[in-house]
């Protein structure tokens, strides 16, 4: 299957700084999507993207789909400590099928106080 | 609007034992899906489906079946269980058609653990 590297694994940060975390894949996506995992709970859409070169904000958060098609970068401005939680990549490629989603691994994003 | 909803949250199996995961969904979506989520891992797709009586594998199939009898219902059926199906298991929905479409939504996870 296809390889998404999403980076880095986990962030430690303190509350009110900013975040950055960024996905790349081995093969040019069509549609870049930014999911958010709590604690017990099912992946959350932030954001899709949907163009290569587009940027999105949803809120504090910011996504970009790269203009290479192989990647895809998420920013979160002014952390607080409800945005602890896991932060997952996914890709579709062109044609993609029924899904065609590939996920990344996740950033584990902890907010020390 | 419940969205997805699956039952049970949480299950300890015993090897060899056989469950239905089950999974329904309200919204009138005609795609879904069924994941498993590892630990430090990405999910993977299990099966999918795009509406009533339509099913394919996905990336990681084997030990599982599945069956969408319903628009609303997409069962997923474990026949022996082993150690190596412990997971978390999220099943998700989404709308395409002529051009219109959702991105997924997922349900909240079914734990299950087999010892």
């Known amino acids: 299957g296809q390889q998404l590297n999403q980076s880095p694994q986990s962030m430690f940060i303190q509350e009110g700084e900013d975040v950055s975390m960024n996905c790349t894949s081995s093969?040019?996506?069509?549609?870049w999507l930014w999911y958010k995992q709590d604690p017990g709970e099912g992946p959350v859409l932030l954001i899709a993207?949907?163009?290569?070169?587009e940027l999105t904000s949803n809120g504090r958060l910011t996504a970009q789909f790269g203009i290479t098609r192989k990647d895809s970068f998420l920013n979160i401005s002014a952390s607080i400590p409800s945005d602890v939680g896991i932060y997952f990549c996914?890709?579709?490629?062109?044609?993609?099928?029924?899904?065609?989603?590939?996920f990344g691994k996740g950033t584990h994003l902890i907010i020390q106080p | 609007n419940a969205g997805v909803t699956q039952t049970p949250k949480f299950r300890i199996l015993k090897i060899g034992q056989s469950m239905t995961l089950q999974c329904a969904q309200d919204?009138?979506?005609?795609?879904m899906y069924w994941y498993r989520q590892d630990p430090g891992m990405g999910l993977k797709l299990i099966y999918y489906?795009?509406?009533?009586?339509?099913?394919d594998k996905g990336e990681v199939p084997n030990g599982y079946n599945v069956s969408r009898s319903t628009t609303e219902d997409f069962p997923l059926r474990l026949e022996l269980a082993a150690p190596s199906q412990t997971s978390v298991y999220f099943c998700?929905?989404?709308?395409?058609?002529?051009?219109?479409?959702?991105?997924?939504?997922f349900g909240q996870g079914t734990r299950l653990t087999v010892v």
């Open positions: 998700a929905s989404s709308y395409r058609r002529r051009g219109r479409y959702t991105e997924a939504f």
């Open positions: 993207l949907y163009k290569a070169g």
């Open positions: 919204m009138n979506h005609n795609y």
């Open positions: 489906s795009v509406g009533a009586g339509i099913t």
């Open positions: 996914a890709g579709r490629e062109s044609g993609g099928g029924a899904d065609g989603l590939t």
């Open positions: 093969s040019i996506f069509n549609t």
